[in-house]
């Protein structure tokens, strides 16, 4: 009967999702319990700021620029039909700052970094360098996956804060050459309107972003299997659903500043 | 079996993949200060029994004793403690590509025995060249090593801490006939002077007759023959004779 057949679909479908989440939830729990709990790997924290952040710079400062740029130029193609040209610096600051700055950051990042860290850990786990870690009684949950996520949740936060000034600087330079706004009427409206729950908001999504990045390369690449075209699949995996994630929390962090 | 008194005592231990029975009942022991071979057609699980022993595989059934701990039942610390004196050479090396070759020989002794960086240097230097490498090798990348040095690596890694259990995964496969006698001393060495207890896998019946005190033979997911290894020539069993003479006649079936 068919009709069994589609729930019979439904049903495992739904047990695949409640499985995967329930690995996911578990393998969360442990990485987080190893972030907490020495030893700590202060080395391999530090390299991975470096890879995670550092290098990030280049493409979430051309990312911001140029958003905040069109920002401007939008805004007050929008804001001209009801007289209000003058608010576009308010509103790229806000934009930038709230919501922009982190997610845009947040999925350049994701692109680079979760695909590289699953790659990474991916291919240490086919190649049984992992199995090797743990032969030399060395947890890889402490050695490679805590200082990622610690790296990660402690740099993005940094990243989101270059990116958002300078996707301001966007706004303005676009706002005072192309539009011809004022310079200090532009940047004395940018700086009022500011307020500190805008940047911390900002913020604290950019940490949430930044332990999904990392979160999502260590579990796709921990579990990857069968050679390199498992490391592959672990690798777009990782990049997909990091960017959902964060698309995902983004709506449920910006919900919860909101009330 | 007299389980209490072997370093390592294993009974019953199963595992399949899938519908895929690999190990069907795996008995071994293994004394303190012995040196056990294992042989076996390629396929037969010998990988995946040293896999289950160190914890990297979880057995479907059995019991593995270390220092008569069950070790199938240990988990997190407990179980780190157990593997502190574990050393495990991988088949395909298994080096941290991320590392130059010192600081992979050096890893145990700087994770593990927390011993200061510089001094494990000294000491991963000493033990490459045990393992017959050139000083000026340990900055390179595993990476740009050939099979064999990397396997030498491997080697080094593994005895690094001077473990009392070692497991070699075909320590001489890949290795010119010189360097493999090499390789076999240092494990006799590692036995004799430093009273490892010691398994090793090989499909290499010279390494086996030097390194062996006892020779297991696997096949079809059991340990078919288990015997001192002087009695290997004289053993009377179809399978052992057909595997240590090489020839395509016998009972083993290659497609098994
Ligand atoms: N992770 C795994 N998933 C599925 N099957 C596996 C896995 N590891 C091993 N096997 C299967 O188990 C069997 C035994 O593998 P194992 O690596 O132990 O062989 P081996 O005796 O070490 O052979 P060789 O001498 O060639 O190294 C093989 O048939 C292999 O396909
Ligand atoms: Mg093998």
Known sequence: ?259 | MTSGSAMIAISGLTKSFGSHAVLKGVDLEISRGESLVIIGGSGTGKSVTLKCILGLLRPDGGQILIRGQDVTRLSGAKREAVMADVGMLFQGAALFDSLPVWENVAFGLIQSKSMPRKQAKARAYEVLAQVGLEEDIAQMNPAELSGGMQKRVGLARAIATTPDIIFFDEPTTGLDPIMAGMINELIVERVRELGATTLTITHDMKSARQIADKIAMIYQGKIIWCGAAGEIDSSDNPYIEQFIHGEIAGPIQLDA
């Open chain 1, 1 to 259: 009967m068919p009709r069994w057949n589609v729930l019979a679909t439904i049903g495992h479908v739904f047990l695949l999702f409640l499985q995967a989440t329930g690995k996911l939830s578990r393998f969360t729990a442990t990485s987080l319990r190893h972030c907490v709990t020495p030893p700590f790997f202060p080395r391999a924290i530090f390299t991975q700021m470096l890879r995670i952040g550092y290098f990030s710079l280049p493409v979430v400062g051309l990312t911001a620029i140029f958003t905040g740029a069109v920002l401007a130029l939008q805004i007050y193609v929008g804001g001209s039909r009801f007289n209000a040209e003058g608010f576009v610096g308010q509103v790229v600051v806000i934009a930038m700052v709230r919501e922009l700055g982190p997610v845009l950051a947040a999925l350049m990042v994701a692109g680079r970094v979760s695909s590289a860290i699953a790659a990474e850990i991916g291919t240490m786990r086919v190649t049984e360098q992992i199995d090797a870690l743990t032969t030399l009684a060395t947890n890889p949950f402490k050695y490679l996956i805590a200082p990622r996520l610690i790296a990660a949740t402690l740099t993005m936060p940094l990243l989101v804060l270059i990116a958002d000034i300078i996707g301001v600087m966007g706004g303005y330079i676009a706002a005072t050459r192309r539009l011809g706004l004022n310079a200090g009427v532009y940047m004395e409206s940018t700086v009022n309107v500011l307020e500190l729950d805008d940047v911390t908001s900002g913020l604290t999504k950019a940490a949430v972003f930044g332990f999904i990045i990392a979160l999502m390369g260590c579990y796709h690449g921990y579990h990857s299997r069968g050679g390199a075209q498992g490391v592959g699949a672990a690798t777009t995996n990782a990049v997909v659903t990091a960017s959902v994630l964060i698309l995902l929390f983004n709506y449920v962090l910006t919900d919860f500043f909101f009330s």
